[in-house]
């Protein structure tokens, strides 16, 4: 008998992260945008998500998402009022969404139709930032209601996220919010953050918001163009 | 944050490696946290005993190295390891930087087993 050292290198959570690697190959390829929205609970997400739901179906974007709750599909039910495709996720308990429950609920949608899939994750700022769900862009909601120092008792959350919606700033005068500490903090815990303002009831920052998906969008299609030009010269054997 | 769950995929992923090399018995695991992974070195080490108990891993030793963040920074042109997780700036310039080099792991780093 003698003893032997033996190398694993592997992520604890190795499974899901093949799993949304294997999702973000998918994404990438079927041209889909895919965000997931992270927040605590009542930051606003289904809110932000009803409005942007039902402005860009109605302007024609191929749109759809899927929002996750431990119990009822009241947002789901929501959001279909927008008139895009929406799937209820309910984990009965568990207090994040991960790879494996997004697969298993785009089962039957096709991908390539889509142009943006939105997933509204389970409120929560602790456990979703270390499940990678296959996204392009992860947005974290914070609230004018939740104080402004919420980025730096939640670094790890924070500084997960690629971008950062403040909402509900029709109310930051009743909150007395001090916007210019919010974004401070929101930068020192992730410094290259870009931040909007969002108010989802009043419109306020949406056009900023939709602008900003439009440019997401076309930068996509033209890395697949130069992709595609990239595999076609390969294949050329240039 | 989850750590009974995420040992028992540790105890899983040991497990299999295990076998595989045709070993006897676990002896130790190697765990790498970084400070943003959420997760708790002391209540992994609770609950490895639990999880590992019945398994091959029964009695072993979970070892944990706990990584502090470190980021590039450019105006320095090196990594530089940060004392927090409160302000992602080089100690040296204060210029921030979100370019972490380490600090958000959760990695099964290597096992030592008995083999024949």
Same mark, same amino acid.
Request: proline share 3%; charged share 25%.
């Given at each position: 008998?003698?003893?032997?050292?033996? %190398?694993?290198?592997?992520?604890?959570?190795?499974?899901?992260?093949?799993?949304?690697?294997?999702?973000? #190959?998918?994404?990438?390829?079927?041209?889909?945008?895919?965000?997931?929205?992270?927040?605590?609970?009542?930051?606003?997400? #289904? %809110?932000?998500?009803?409005?942007?739901?039902?402005?860009?179906?109605?302007?024609?974007?191929?749109?759809?998402?899927?929002?996750?709750?431990?119990?009822?599909?009241?947002?789901?039910?929501?959001?279909?009022?927008?008139?895009?495709?929406?799937?209820?996720?309910?984990?009965?308990?568990?207090?994040?969404?991960?790879?494996?429950?997004?697969?298993?609920?785009?089962?039957?949608? %096709?991908?390539?139709?889509?142009?943006?899939?939105?997933?509204?994750?389970?409120?929560?700022?602790?456990?979703?930032?270390?499940?990678?769900?296959?996204?392009?862009?992860?947005?974290?909601?914070?609230?004018?209601?939740?104080?402004?120092?919420?980025?730096?008792?939640?670094?790890?959350?924070?500084?997960?996220?690629?971008?950062?919606?403040? #909402?509900?700033?029709?109310?930051?005068?009743?909150?007395?919010?001090?916007?210019? #500490?919010?974004?401070?903090?929101?930068?020192?815990?992730?410094?290259?953050?870009?931040?909007?303002?969002?108010?989802?009831?009043?419109?306020?920052?949406?056009?900023?918001?939709?602008?900003?998906?439009?440019?997401?969008?076309?930068?996509?299609?033209?890395?697949?163009?130069?992709?595609?030009?990239?595999?076609?010269?390969?294949?050329?054997? %240039? | 944050?989850?750590?009974?769950?995420?040992?028992?995929?540790?105890?899983?992923?040991?497990?299999?490696?295990?076998?595989?090399?045709?070993?006897?018995?676990?002896?130790?695991?190697?765990?790498?946290?970084?400070?943003?992974?959420?997760?708790?070195?002391?209540?992994?080490?609770?609950?490895?005993?639990?999880?590992?108990?019945?398994?091959?891993?029964?009695?072993?030793?979970?070892?944990?190295?706990?990584? =502090?963040?470190?980021?590039?920074?450019? =105006?320095?042109?090196? &990594?530089?390891?940060?004392?927090? &997780?409160?302000?992602?700036?080089?100690?040296?310039?204060?210029? =921030?930087?979100?370019?972490?080099?380490?600090?958000?792991?959760?990695?099964?780093?290597?096992?030592?087993?008995?083999?024949?």
């Amino acid at each position: 008998m003698e003893t032997r050292v033996l %190398e694993i290198r592997k992520s604890v959570l190795n499974k899901n992260d093949e799993l949304a690697r294997k999702l973000r #190959t998918r994404f990438e390829t079927a041209g889909v945008l895919v965000l997931n929205l992270v927040s605590s609970p009542g930051a606003g997400k #289904t %809110e932000f998500l009803q409005k942007v739901l039902t402005d860009l179906h109605h302007s024609g974007v191929r749109v759809a998402a899927l929002v996750g709750d431990l119990e009822t599909d009241n947002d789901a039910r929501r959001l279909m009022a927008s008139g895009a495709p929406v799937r209820q996720i309910t984990t009965h308990g568990c207090c994040h969404l991960d790879a494996g429950m997004i697969e298993r609920h785009l089962q039957g949608w %096709e991908l390539g139709e889509l142009d943006i899939l939105f997933i509204e994750n389970v409120g929560n700022l602790v456990c979703p930032s270390n499940y990678d769900l296959g996204e392009a862009v992860r947005v974290a909601l914070l609230s004018v209601t939740e104080g402004e120092d919420k980025p730096l008792k939640y670094p790890g959350m924070f500084n997960s996220a690629d971008v950062a919606l403040i #909402t509900k700033i029709d109310l930051a005068e009743a909150c007395e919010f001090d916007r210019e #500490t919010a974004m401070a903090n929101l930068h020192a815990v992730r410094p290259d953050m870009r931040i909007f303002e969002i108010s989802s009831k009043k419109g306020t920052g949406m056009v900023e918001w939709l602008d900003y998906l439009a440019d997401i969008q076309r930068s996509i299609k033209q890395d697949r163009a130069t992709g595609e030009e990239r595999k076609s010269l390969v294949a050329a054997g %240039e | 944050m989850h750590e009974l769950s995420l040992i028992y995929s540790v105890v899983e992923t040991v497990e299999q490696s295990a076998k595989q090399a045709h070993a006897t018995e676990v002896v130790s695991v190697k765990l790498r946290i970084g400070a943003l992974s959420g997760v708790v070195k002391d209540a992994l080490l609770f609950c490895y005993e639990i999880a590992a108990d019945g398994t091959m891993l029964a009695g072993s030793r979970l070892e944990i190295e706990e990584v =502090p963040v470190a980021i590039y920074c450019q =105006p320095c042109a090196q &990594v530089m390891v940060l004392g927090g &997780v409160q302000s992602f700036r080089c100690p040296t310039c204060e210029t =921030p930087s979100g370019d972490i080099r380490q600090g958000r792991e959760l990695d099964i780093v290597s096992i030592e087993l008995e083999v024949p």
